[in-house]
C-alpha cells in the first residue's frame, strides 16, 4: 500500500508537472522568435495544446467514428451502410431505441417540472430553511450513477417470497399480504425503465432546481408589481409574468438534461445490463464496443446519436452568437 | 448551456446562488414572501426532502450491519433495537478498504481514482486558461472560427471519441495505464473548459492588461501574475466540475482501465454488484467509500459548483 501511495504521487506530480513543462518550452521557444513572428507564433503557442487536444480526442476520432461505421467490425473493409440495415432491422436494437425515445420524452420534462416546482416552493422558505432544503436535494447530483443504483437498492431490492425483504417497498407489500416484486425485472409498460428514470430524475433535479430558481430570483420585482397592480391573480402573474422571463432557463436545463438522457448509459449497465427490455442504446454501444469487439456497429450507433444531436447543436451555436452580438 | 451566459461567472449579478442573502431575502416572486411558506408548502417540502433523503440513510445503515443482519432483515428494522451493539460493525468497512486477496479492494481503487481524477482536473485547466488567454487578449486569424467551433463541440457526446480510441490506444500499447484515461479526460473536457474560462476573461477589464502590456510585462508574465489570479472563481468551478466528473465516470474508466490493478472506484463497485453470494454484505460500505469524496467537495465548495452550473457549464 505505501509503495502504491508513492507510485500515486509520482503519477500525479509527473503528469502535472509535465504539462506545465511543456507550457514553459512552448513560451521560450516563441519568445526566442524575433519581433512580427512571435506575435505570430505566440497565440497558437497559447491556444495550440487545446486546439490539438480537441483535434486528437473529439474532431478527428468523430472523422473516423464515421468512417468505421460503414466499414466492417474489425475495419478491414467498407461494407456501405449494412451496418446500420443491420441495427434496424434487429428488434432488440430498436428494442433499445423504443426506450431512449421514452426517456427522452420523458426525463427532461420531468426534471424541468419537477425542479420548478422545488424552485417556487423553496423561495418561500427563510432564508436557513431554504438553504437546507436545497443542499438536501441538490446532494445526488455529486453522486455517481453507479453509487446512485447501490443506494436506490435499500428501495427496489427484492427476494424471493418467504425470505425477509430488504428493500423498502417489497416490505410495504408484505404487510399488505402482497408477494414480493421483482421490480427490475418487471417490465410491464415498461415499469423497470421507468424505475431507473426515477433514479436519474433523483440525480438531476437538484440541478434544475438550482438553475430555476436564480433565475426566478432574477426577475425584476417591478414587472410582477405591475401585474399585481392590473389586478392579475397569483396563477395569473405565474403563467404570464415569471415563465417567459424564465423561458430561456428552462430551455437550457431541458436541453442540458436531454443531452445527457440520449446518452444514458451508466444506470441502465449498472442495474438491469440492458435485460429485461430495459436497453438503451447508450448500453448497446458499449456492447457492441467493448464486449463483442464490433467497430462497425458500434460506430453506427455513435452516428446515430450523432445525427439525434445535430439540432441541438445548431441551437447552441446560433444562441451563443446570438449572445456575442449582445454583449 | 449558454442561456444564462449574461450571468456568467465572472457576472457582476454574481448567481443568485442560495448563499447571497441579498437575494434570499427579496421579496418572492408569488408575492408572499421569503419566510411566507405556509404549512402546506413546509410539509410538502418535508416530504420531498425525507424522500429525498431515505434510500441514502438506508444505504448508509446498512453500510454499518454485519452480514446476517443485511441479508436476514430491511435495513429500518434497526429502529427497533439501535443501541444493541451486536448489531452493528466496522469490519464492513475494514474488509472493503484493505482487501488484500483477490476481491475488490476499494482502498486501492480510492487511490487510482485520486491519481486519475487530480491530474485530468489540473492539466486541462492549465491548457485552456492558456488557449482561453489567446481566445481573449490576443489577435489572430481565425481566432473567431476556432472558438465557435469549440462552442459547437460543447454538445457533442464523447461516445463519438471511444471507438477509435481504444484501436488507437491498443496500436500505442497504453490502454489500462493512467496516462490513456489522462488524456481522454483532457481531451472531453477542454471545449467546456476554454468556454468557461473565455467568457471569464472576457469579463475582466482590458485596461488592466493594456497597462501591464505598457509597463513591459511579456503575455507570459501577464497571464501568471495578473490573468490566473484574476480567474480564480472561474478556475474553481470548473474544477469541481471536472473534478466530479472524472471521479463518478464509469464509460471511460471501463474501457481503458478495466478492472485491473489500475480500477478506481466506479468500476471496482460496479463489479461488487454482480456478487449474490460472499462480499454481498461489502456493497454499502464501498458506495460510500465510493461516494464520499465527491459528498465531501460537493458539500464544502457547493458555491462554486453552483456558479459554474449556472455559467453555462454543460458537457456533452
Known amino acids: ?327 | 448551456m449558454t442561456a444564462n451566459i449574461q450571468l456568467g461567472v465572472g457576472g457582476p449579478e454574481g448567481l443568485a446562488d442560495d448563499t447571497k442573502p441579498s437575494q434570499v431575502l427579496k421579496q418572492s416572486k408569488n408575492g408572499t414572501g421569503a419566510g411566507s411558506a405556509g404549512w402546506a408548502v413546509r410539509i410538502v417540502l418535508g416530504i420531498l426532502c425525507t424522500l429525498w433523503m431515505i434510500p441514502v440513510l438506508g444505504l448508509f445503515v446498512n453500510s454499518f450491519r454485519p452480514r446476517d443482519q443485511q441479508l436476514g432483515s430491511g435495513w429500518w428494522s434497526v429502529i427497533n433495537n439501535p443501541l444493541d451493539l451486536t448489531k452493528w460493525t466496522l469490519s464492513n468497512y475494514k474488509n472493503v478498504i484493505l482487501t488484500q486477496d483477490g476481491g475488490v479492494n476499494m482502498g486501492s481503487a480510492f487511490i487510482n481514482s485520486l491519481v486519475v481524477a487530480l491530474p485530468a482536473t489540473v492539466i486541462p485547466i492549465l491548457v485552456a486558461c492558456f488557449a482561453a488567454y489567446a481566445f481573449t487578449f490576443m489577435q489572430w486569424r481565425g481566432r473567431d472560427i476556432v472558438f465557435v467551433v469549440i462552442v459547437g463541440l460543447l454538445v457533442i457526446p464523447n461516445q463519438v471519441a471511444l471507438v477509435p480510441l481504444l484501436k488507437l490506444y491498443g496500436q500505442l500499447g497504453i490502454n489500462q495505464t493512467f496516462l490513456a484515461v489522462w488524456l481522454a479526460h483532457i481531451g472531453f473536457g477542454m471545449p467546456l473548459a476554454v468556454y468557461i474560462f473565455r467568457n471569464y476573461m472576457s469579463t475582466l477589464p482590458m485596461a488592466l492588461i493594456e497597462s501591464a502590456k505598457i509597463d513591459g510585462a511579456s503575455h507570459f508574465t501577464t497571464f501568471w501574475r495578473l490573468i490566473i489570479p484574476m480567474s480564480t472563481p472561474a478556475i474553481a468551478s470548473f474544477a469541481i466540475f471536472q473534478f466530479l466528473w472524472v471521479w463518478n465516470d464509469l464509460l471511460v474508466a471501463l474501457l481503458f482501465l478495466g478492472r485491473g490493478d489500475n480500477t478506481v472506484v466506479t468500476v471496482a463497485l460496479q463489479g461488487l454488484q454482480g456478487q449474490t453470494g460472499q462480499g454481498r454484505e461489502l456493497i454499502p460500505s464501498a458506495a460510500f467509500v465510493a461516494i464520499i469524496i465527491p459528498i465531501i467537495v460537493f458539500l464544502s465548495l457547493q458555491r462554486f459548483f453552483i456558479r459554474g452550473m449556472t455559467s453555462g457549464a454543460v458537457k456533452g
Not at chain 1, 3 to 23: Q, S, W
Not at chain 1, 71 to 93: C, M
Not at chain 1, 119 to 124: C, E, H, Q, S, Y
Not at chain 1, 297 to 306: C, E, N
Open chain 1, 1 to 327: 500500500m505505501a509503495l502504491k501511495i508513492v507510485n500515486a504521487l509520482l503519477a500525479i506530480i509527473g503528469g502535472i508537472g509535465g504539462a506545465m513543462l511543456i507550457f514553459w518550452i512552448l513560451n521560450k521557444l516563441s519568445e526566442s522568435l524575433k519581433g512580427r513572428w512571435e506575435d505570430r507564433v505566440k497565440p497558437w503557442m497559447f491556444a495550440g495544446p487545446a486546439i490539438l487536444a480537441i483535434a486528437v480526442f473529439l474532431i478527428y476520432p468523430a472523422i473516423t467514428t464515421l468512417q468505421y461505421s460503414f466499414a466492417n467490425d474489425q475495419t478491414t473493409s467498407y461494407v456501405g451502410f449494412q451496418n446500420y440495415i443491420d441495427l434496424f432491422s434487429d428488434p432488440t436494437f430498436r428494442t433499445a431505441l423504443f426506450n431512449n425515445v421514452l426517456w427522452i420524452i420523458l426525463v427532461p420534462v420531468i426534471t424541468v417540472g419537477f425542479g420548478l416546482l422545488v424552485a417556487i416552493l423553496t423561495d418561500r422558505l427563510r432564508p436557513r430553511g431554504e438553504k437546507l432544503t436545497k443542499t438536501i436535494i441538490f446532494l445526488p447530483m455529486a453522486i455517481s450513477m453507479v453509487g446512485a443504483a447501490t443506494i436506490w437498492s435499500t428501495i427496489f431490492s427484492f427476494q424471493p417470497a418467504g425470505s425477509p425483504q430488504t428493500g423498502l417497498l417489497n416490505a410495504a407489500l408484505g404487510i399488505f399480504g402482497k408477494d414480493p416484486v421483482s421490480w427490475y425485472q418487471t417490465s410491464t409498460l415498461r415499469l423497470n425503465s421507468l424505475l431507473l428514470m426515477v433514479i436519474l430524475i433523483w440525480t438531476q433535479v437538484g440541478y434544475s432546481m438550482v438553475l430555476l430558481s436564480s433565475a426566478i430570483k432574477a426577475v425584476p420585482e417591478d414587472t410582477v408589481e405591475a401585474g399585481r397592480i392590473d389586478g392579475a391573480g397569483e396563477r395569473r402573474i405565474f403563467t404570464s409574468i415569471i415563465v417567459p422571463q424564465i423561458w430561456g432557463t428552462m430551455v437550457t436545463v431541458f436541453i442540458t438534461v436531454l443531452i445527457g438522457v440520449m446518452k444514458v448509459f451508466d444506470i441502465v449497465y449498472v442495474v438491469t445490463n440492458g435485460g429485461f427490455n430495459t436497453d438503451v442504446i447508450g448500453r448497446r454501444f458499449y456492447d457492441e464496443l467493448f464486449t463483442f469487439r464490433n467497430n462497425g456497429y458500434a460506430a453506427s450507433i455513435v452516428v446515430i446519436l450523432m445525427i439525434a444531436i445535430i439540432p441541438v447543436l445548431i441551437y447552441q451555436v446560433r444562441h451563443f452568437r446570438a449572445e456575442e452580438l449582445a454583449r
